[in-house]
């Protein structure tokens, strides 16, 4: 079993689970040093949403290195981000009836999540946040306010000044009519937010999904009080649920989206703002950072929007394969005969396998991981398996990985003689 | 003149100082599309020192995607990782006799810099923090609390929780003495913080450098009361100063680095944070993000340290640039008489060109744009232009930055009759 | 009508709300300087629950200031102080089986309840707290966090830091089993707080009643976690249930109750905060105040005590009282046949006219201080006539002020043709 | 030796100093129970600066309550409350050429306290405050902001979110230059406060005095910045310099007066908030508290200034007074030739006794308890003897109190060989 670097901070974690060194990587598969190859089922968390290395991505991407394409710029023009500024909007905004702008923010998820928290509080001069239980936003001060999860939070003596958590979808009866007596009510205590930030999908949460219902509503509210409506798509965004944006059959119309994680297509740093031109409060560079203008992965970001979004064919594509999934994964539940132990969640290409006893997930993974199987567990207690493969992994990989998925669950179960406790 | 998108948020920024579009980049040059060639005295603000699209860093990473090696891994191990902890250590690290572990955050100096803050109120159990006076660590809202410039929390109903605002080297009288008599004093009403976070030199706040003796005295004060003393050198550190780290010379021996901008040596997001072990308090996972491990950036980062830290050849060369570079800026000012008027600061190949009235420095940076050099303005009042060449720049060139710099500002003094106001 | 001095505050508003001079009172009765009679059915907003200037009270109170007896000693011993704890021991905790420590902060509600905070916090480490919507804990800073009237807090930007407003019983179904699912789930993003504040009677908030159910799984469920349990019984301790504490009937067993108002019984300013000896973590002096023995308070909550409590028979009289008192305002009700647009609330000698309109309460209000009748709203949109007498008003008494009343509603309900409304 | 009672909290501590049962009181004496007299060097901290139990103002006390005047009546207007303010602006306000509004807030200092801060965060729409080291301001959460002991907060995990605490005059060279940095640098990281609290004389914090020129460069500074110029005058208003307010004889202007301790004369719980009419921003009620009408406090106040502030008479005698009582203690320390180790600090009727070594103080205080002086230490390191007599204290009895001083010092030097140390 390969040792991570005994100089790396002890702060490392994907390297603890997943205790190999990997030195290539393409398509659906990560390949160790050593030689083996793991059908990957985690994605860079969902910022692989083509698979590692794409080969049109590369491509573009190399010609682009080769011909000293302009690959730092701070937050310059440059060729490489007016196209893609022109191509995300003629792509992908365009054709959904969406306006837009585009905020660049330092390449990570949680700077754009904390750009969209400044956004809300200075175009509404207020200063609160809902954010939802169960959700996950971001690790810097600002994000980590919104994060629901304490293990984030534990031994940080610091107030949590300007978020309030709200219940999501599920986690009460009627937390939306709850809510909305919260603001109505002078005296219930809390004020009317700047914005309202949600996860359509919580992935890290443990694969909850939100009815459009719910959504629905929530954004009625926020319209009603003049509450921004945010949608945080950095994990379930970029195609993961089939349509680009996770939202797309839901109606909705937020007044900010943040987006990350597989926006690059190519797993390179990058994030953006969508913000409405109502909105755009900003002073010149009152929100800047080194990296705001990653130029390589504007490049793999126009060649995927090129490649993947110019038709519907990529979304049909997903969606069936979307019905191919869920199958293979009922069917490993059904053949084991664990519909009580085992519930299915998720929707598009995520899905969570919420376990009814604790710890047994962990060492699904364990088992899976040796066995070739990449797959990480979530949810406030860990147990929670979240299937997260590339968008466009053949099917006869999914179904080689949910057939690694049912062996390693049988050998976990035989292990603590499940069936017994259950 | 280049028109920025329309569709870019107003927060857009170097787009409107340097309104043209670029698409090629080399060495100290940029060029923009339509074929016109500008010297690059900004360097990434500071993310560049090695030049653009540096050759030898160009054909090490080239290779590694060409041979599909693992572009995005978020925290695993991996060969490019190994890789770049080994070098990073072997000819760093170990050479300068500094023992650290490695803390490999999301890709920003922002997001480091929160790490560094968790670090140090994890490992003291405290809850403030100090920065200084004209100090700039970042925008996400835990940096953002570090840095003093109020542009950046304009309108920000948000209560600076954690940290206290301390005199500078040079902004009072002994301000050590003060920081000191603040923290023997019960009764102070200022508490002894998990951590001092300074920059040795302050780039945004304009290029104000401490002294050695100041810093050392800081760094004593901290061991003194058990503060966690952090060096934020993500501006002027990899080599900006002449030397790799930007205190070198100092004796110093802190607590916590922060390091980004150019460690990757080529513009790629990457960042940092070198911490002692006794102090690498994490939980595995505590702060996590996507782009951790930005695997390009560690090819590029491990190949400048081969190419440019193995020796102290390129150290020595740097500090001869820097004798060259001095010379001919005060050359510009003592040709034009303008010592009254302008006034240098810097140290290494960060200078900084003070104007005793405001207004002037930002003309400057738009004649000399005008005229084919990029340089930008610093300081609370934006009257001192930062001068941040490549440090691999050819004599020659900053010759020819500096000859325009003198015209630009010979332009200016012109328009503006101000031998009449001096 | 009288004009409130032009020099005083804006901020008056009793002077407002019932323009006249006053300047005797005796009993349930305030006199005007014109002298004109006013029965009192606020009684100084529960301070006054013996009545106005109680004669047995007074004569305590006159032979000790004649006897030149200690008035102000700061926190020292004096015969005053230690004989009140005596006879609060003595008759108030050990025939109750409390075993409570005194800690004697500044003499008004507000400052007992900031201790109460500090306390919990310093008892267990924690920084958090939770109140419920539609509380009143008080206007300072600390006490108005947990102060749920957004009108208290209008145009202060000032972050809500520590607080976290939780729903009362009947804000929604089943609040109690929503609050232990947010702190049993490690990711709902509520903390476990230091400790909880709930009043069992919202007085401030619309004479809200908590049941006996609710109370006890509330203090069920702060055993289970460690949380401070705190009864803010300012309102409606000392008696205006019937029984000294408000919460005797329902078998609680507070960590911390906070007193003030009535118990100096003179309407002298007086609050102590009760705590478990186990919660005593007071360092000296740590929350200190000059006015922390309020010696002639001290005087006259002796001689209260002595008075009305050293036997069962007042706690009998209240209830018997509260009967008469409940059937005399369902009367007014029923014969005005206004089931419909009025609701009644509350318990003991605490009575809340909750109107289904705006403004009535405010009207009727207004035309029974015409007809000589105090009394005032409360609620978040102040639709609640608030009915607050002496607890030891004669029936007779009560029985006119009921009158009064009636003919104030419909008086108010001609002018508003309500009828037709409702 | 008096045992404070078992049932009273650990917080009590003037019990502790001074471990006698007290019953009695008058002028400058306080009696214990056993019959010993103490001669009171102590005041209540500054609350009795007439004398225990003034016979003056007892009489009309008495009187008051025989007749049944209204004794409590929240703020309602009555003939007591009239009156105090009819003769507070006849012979305070208006012969002194002040015009202010009075604000009645809880009677307590640190409520008045809070509602200043409150007022200048309102009337300025800012945020965030300025005090000084070693400030004392009050124990409520929002005061205790504002004061500097930690000692005060420890334990406490409450982030210090709107106050910056800010050198005192004499703490560094030129504080009010530096403050004027500080604001006047849009890149200090200091915003510009709602209002500045600062004491003229800090009672706790060890007799500072600021100087008239500090005070009003501190002023103007406040006006150049349209900051709200707070003096907080509890402790050392009323007579205590030998003029009503402690600064009036250094024209100042400020924009708040916070007062309360002696106000009432009698050792009765009483605070106003003076403030300038163009910035009573107030809605009715929205600072509200069950005592802010103390009516005996307002006619023992409103005897208190007939009596000793109609004429000129009581300040004159208080000067001279003050000179005859510097003298004394002077005398007491050379005739013990104690110069290098005790220094004098104070002005008017306070004097504080600075050791150079620790616990000295303290020992000083128990040694003159034993032989029948009150007296307290004050200080961050509790250093400082504080000298607080009545005001009209007869110069025998100061006589008296400083040769019991004068033994007590000498038994504790005695006792420490301090001659060797020193």
Chains 1, 2, 3, 4 share one sequence.
């Not at 059904?334 to 376990?355: C, D, P, W, Y």
């Not at 993974?365 to 053949?394: Q, Y």
């Amino acid at each position: 079993m390969h040792e991570p670097n005994i100089l790396e901070s002890n702060v490392r974690s994907y390297s603890r689970s997943f205790p190999e060194k990997f030195n290539k990587a393409y398509g659906a598969k990560l390949y160790a040093a050593n030689g083996k190859a793991y059908i990957d089922f985690l994605s860079g968390a969902g910022a692989l949403n083509y698979g590692h290395n794409n080969p049109i991505l590369k491509k573009s991407l190399l010609e682009y290195i080769k011909n000293d394409g302009v690959t730092h710029s701070l937050d310059m023009s440059t060729s490489a981000k007016d196209n893609f500024i022109k191509i995300f909007n003629d792509f992908i905004l365009a054709p959904r009836n969406m306006k837009y702008r585009l905020q660049f923010t330092g390449p990570t998820g949680t700077n754009a999540v904390e750009a969209a928290i400044k956004t809300a509080m200075l175009a509404t001069g207020r200063s609160r946040m809902f954010s939802f239980t169960n959700s996950f936003h971001g690790m810097t001060l600002g994000s980590l306010q919104l994060t629901a999860n304490k293990y984030y939070r534990d031994g940080l003596k610091l107030s949590n000044s300007f978020n309030t958590f709200m219940p999501y979808d599920g986690y009460i009866n009627n937390s939306i009519g709850y809510l909305e007596k919260l603001l109505q009510d002078p005296a219930s205590g809390v004020d009317i937010p700047a914005g309202i930030i949600v996860e359509t999908i919580q992935g890290e949460g443990g694969v909850n999904t939100a009815s459009k219902e719910w959504l629905q509503a929530l954004q009625q509210l926020c319209k009603k009080h003049g509450i921004l409506f945010i949608i945080d798509d950095i994990q379930v965004g970029c195609g993961r649920t089939g349509t680009f944006f996770s939202f797309e059959d839901y109606k909705l119309d937020p007044d900010i989206i943040v987006l990350s994680k597989s926006l690059s297509g190519y797993g390179l740093p990058m994030a953006i703002v969508l913000l409405k031109e109502q909105h755009d409060i900003w002073e010149p560079g009152q929100h800047n950072g080194t990296f705001r203008g990653n130029n390589l992965a504007f490049i793999t970001a126009s060649q995927a929007i090129n490649t993947y979004w110019k038709t519907s064919d990529f979304e049909l594509e997903t969606k069936n394969k979307s019905i191919f999934f869920f199958r293979a994964i009922n069917e490993v539940i059904q053949t084991l005969n664990l519909q009580e132990l085992i519930s299915v969640k998720g929707r598009g290409m995520i899905a969570g396998l919420s376990f009814k006893f604790e710890n047994l997930a962990n060492e699904v993974s364990k088992e899976a991981f040796l066995r070739g199987l990449i797959i990480e567990t979530c949810g406030p207690k860990n147990n929670v398996l979240k299937l997260l493969p590339p968008i466009n992994t053949a099917n006869t990989l999914l179904a080689q990985g949910c057939e690694i998925l049912s062996e390693s669950i049988k050998a976990v179960l035989m292990k603590n003689n499940v069936r017994k406790i259950a």
